[in-house]
T-cell receptor
Framework: AQTVTQSQPEMSVQEAETVTLSCTYD???????LFWYKQPPSRQMILVIR??????QNATENRFSVNFQKAAKSFSLKISDSQLGDAAMYFC??????????FGTGTRLQVTL | GAGVSQSPSNKVTEKGKDVELRCDPI?????LYWYRQSLGQGLEFLIY????????KSGLPSDRFSAERTGGSVSTLTIQRTQQEDSAVYLC?????????????FGPGTRLTVL
């Protein structure tokens, strides 16, 4: 079975600074996808960024980028120029042969002035 | 276009009662997923539909839980004889196709409280 681990229950960053959220996963599958989802207090899960395992190039979406280390099974999210609106729960997630998402336990990100 | 909608937004029920939670996926999305988010268990998969059939029910925690989907659209998650441990936020997601690369779009969830 696949597992996803987020070891940082809470993180804090100052506005305009950079923060990195960590995620590791375990799988025996060769083809899979990794995701970072954001969940604000409204509960709506929003996809932040996606990485295909077969791609060596790290995914980037505006201020969000990932550091995908396939051999180490690591998938961290970097948020640059943090904004107050970035404050939320962030979940790392995995899909493989089965399309259901397996989630980590989440990291609560606080953004301070 | 409209996103995934869920109703009710919040539901309070008494232990032992049955509840029905509804999910309206994005129009044209063939795959539909139910997840549960609770303090003790985190975010966990419950069931997945391809059209009206459910090839993966592996996440349903007990036979008190069931789900159906009709017309390839609306889905209902039913919990019979609710227990306090069923208290959680129930999230629905839909995607255009069945493959893992298809983005899942989530609804706002239904918060279920069992007294």
């Amino acid at each position: 079975a696949q597992t996803v681990t987020q070891s940082q229950p809470e993180m804090s960053v100052q506005e305009a600074e950079t923060v990195t959220l960590s995620c590791t996963y375990d799988t025996s599958e060769s083809d899979y996808y990794l995701f970072w989802y954001k969940q604000p207090p409204s509960r709506q899960m929003i996809l932040v960024i996606r990485q295909e395992a077969y791609k060596q190039q790290n995914a980037t979406e505006n201020r969000f980028s990932v550091n995908f280390q396939k051999a180490a099974k690591s998938f961290s999210l970097k948020i640059s120029d943090s904004q107050l609106g970035d404050a939320a729960m962030y979940f790392c997630a995995y899909t493989g042969t089965a399309s259901k998402l397996t989630f980590g336990t989440g990291t609560r990100l606080q953004v301070t002035l | 276009g409209a996103g995934v909608s869920q109703s009710p937004s919040n539901k309070v029920t008494e232990k032992g009662k049955d509840v029905e939670l509804r999910c309206d996926p994005i129009s044209g999305h063939t795959a539909l997923y139910w997840y549960r988010q609770s303090l003790g268990q985190g975010l966990e998969f419950l069931i997945y539909f391809q059209g009206n059939s459910a090839p993966d029910k592996s996440g349903l925690p007990s036979d008190r839980f069931s789900a159906e989907r009709t017309g390839g659209s609306v889905s209902t998650l039913t919990i019979q004889r609710t227990q306090q441990e069923d208290s959680a936020v129930y999230l629905c997601a839909s995607s255009f196709g069945y493959s893992s690369y298809n983005e899942q779009f989530f609804g706002p969830g239904t918060r279920l409280t069992v007294l």
